[in-house]
């Protein structure tokens, strides 16, 4: 009889989940963190990096929309954006349709070191890809439509708490 590994053990089975979705779910976790690796050369902290993905990506927000897409408070947000602006990476402007409110938007530079990022995380997806014989290459391929589907039923699925709900970030920028 084989015996388990410590990590096995360490990942006691959920009643109702396979282990093939526990298999995703921790080589999910692998995966961004082996491309994260890439994101120190930006010269900013993750919770700004995220912040400016979520402009960049998504467009101008409101400081309470970008604040429920961070999953963060209001002031705790106020803070980051201050910072952005401090390094010319976003910028508050009136919102046009909200006399007294703000809005905030990505500036081109937080724009290119947003892009930069994302093609260095890319890049080192690429290199480690090419250590896979073409077949596993194929495979990848070929699970993407369905792994596409499951973000989007993700996406569909009430949120836990209500009052702490996120807005619809997208993930796969």
Known sequence: MATRSVAQAARPAIPGVGADLDQLHRLAIALLRGVKVEDGAAGIGPAPLSALSVLTFGGPLALGALARAEGVRPPTMSRLVDGLERAGLARRSADPADARGLRIAATAKGRALLLAGRARRLRRLATAAHTLVPAQR?????????????????HELPAPNASKRRSRRRFDE
């Open 138 to 154: 194929k495979h990848v391929a070929a699970a993407l439509p369905a792994l596409a589907a499951l973000v989007r039923a993700l």
